[in-house]
């Protein structure tokens, strides 16, 4: 992947081609192989290379061949040489930038429908003076801008428009409830004022006078398209589909990995690369990489080292330590440009520091549980969507009582029953409740929740965390946590095709008797050990419940109990110490409010007491 940056100026001003340097700066990371610049008088756009394809060409920002687009893009066309045999266009590399840009020479912006991959670019007219950026359909790369009645700033991460504004970073507050109640800050909002996501699958245009319009090129199937078949058919086309998808992330002129913890996703990925590539001719195992805690509750070595003799790959462990978390904390927040929202991020930050010794890109399971019902919350979609219908006051008082009498250990019925109380679909994954965010902000809200078209609960589950969690929350991370390691990350189950095939299947396919993800799990069945398909699913977790108790318990109070806390500022600290006492007595498991707590904090004191963003 790159890093791509740019500012259009409204009042003819030149570009300062200094600010357009310090932006590439920021963004180095993302591309350590190359950069270079364009500059026009009002017009600047910059470029910062991972080269993955067509290594010794393709430099950019690159022009069109009448001179009249200019093109900055981050990301992979894994379709790109049958889109070149298409077009009509006079190519002088091998690469897929060239043919990006010569998609958007023909067909215009909304074009990006052509594209196979993960992409995020921008495209400059310097005949009409138009701007348009462009993001993937699932979100899978990021891209943010700040626009004003003086300019137009772009770039893959906010900190590189920080580094242009020349100013403190603000905090937008109508976005901290946002962030409490769900661990990220929905597109096209961030927690910065003023800066804004491209939402996945959307153009945005910005005209040479500054006006903008954003429309979309891309949505999820109709919940009225149903495939209809036997539940055996749909195992068939959801391999046919994983197979294809697995089989074009593979397209790359250096050598990809993949993650494998073990559990039925990045499992079942390895399983078909490495039969991709035997079927290839390529006699080198897949180069595979799984983290380790040191705690039996969460360690998922074992089943990977099944996997990786299974299949034969070149297989890596990486300890995963307490310190690990002190030590690096404030620099991934600076690389997330967020708080660090899932305390997994900053393991897989140390898991592709390991995996970039080895390869440039690696495939991961992002997706899967969002497209195929896999998560256990799945199992009580429609106990969810019932639980609306009831008064909301008589309900969430119940609840609430109910969920704060239970012991510490039943913190997964907690948590089911804070969503019940909700009655929202996204409040599974919520760290607070809508009550307890009104505590700790002093104020109320009533916000009715968010019901997008579907056909049954599981559908509306999976249609939510499709437009909210996964590419605000899930897809940022991972992003962000592999560029860290200038690593590449590609997820084939986000492949368009196979996402669109997973919403015309019927849920009867994806829960299907009690079971979760049950057609990825017969596909998996054909492939992989019993034991790892029938296994309960663990999820990336880290041990935060014991060392929030131990190692990391002095650091907590001091962060956020400390007099120049900055949650301090901004959240009642009463709540805030109820909180942490609760975790430390045992009376509750409160790990992962208190990670919400320390990442928001870390995130504030990194962009928000530091405008030169020396944290990096």
Known sequence: MCGIAGIRRFDDRPVDEGALRAMMRVLHHRGPDDEDLWVEGPVGIAHTRLSIIDLGGSRQPMTSDDGRHVLTFNGEIFNYQQLREQLDYPFVTRGDTEVVLATMVRHGAHAASDLLGQFAFAVHDRASGATSLVRDRLGVLPLYYYLDEHQLVFASEPKAILAVLGERARLDREQLRTYLRARAVHAPATLFEGIRKVPPGHVVTVSATGRATVAPYWTLPSPDEVEHGTPEEAVDRVEAALRDAIDASLVADVPVGAYLSGGVDSSLIVALAAAARREAGSTTPVATFAAEFGDPRVDETAHSELVSRTVGTDHHRVL????????????????????????????????????????????????????????????????????????ASARAAALRRLERALPASRGKARIGLRSLGGARMEDWFAPFTVHEVDALLGTTTSRPPRVLPHRDAIDLMARTDLDTWLPDNLLERGDRMSMAASLELRPPFLDHRLVELAFRLPSSVKVRDGQTKWVVKQVARRHLPEQIVSRPKVGF???????????????????????????????????????????????RDEEIRIWTLLSLEMWGRTFLADPALAAS
Do not use: C, N
């Open 320 to 391: 995963i330590r307490p310190d690990d978390f002190r030590e690096t904390w404030q620099h991934l927040t600076w690389h997330r440009d967020a708080p660090v929202s899932e305390p997994a991020d900053i393991a897989v930050a140390q898991l592709a520091t390991a995996a970039r010794q080895h390869v440039k890109v690696v495939l991961s399971g992002e997706g899967s549980d969002e497209l195929f019902g896999g998560y256990p919350k799945y199992r009580f979609a429609h106990a969810t969507a019932l639980a609306g219908r009831l008064p």
């Open 541 to 587: 977790r880290v041990p935060l419940d014991a060392w929030f108790r131990g190692e990391l318990e002095s650091m907590a109070r001091d962060l956020l109990q400390g007099t120049e806390s900055f949650v301090g500022g901004v959240l009642d600290t009463r709540a805030v110490g109820d909180i942490l006492d609760d975790h430390t007595r045992g009376r």
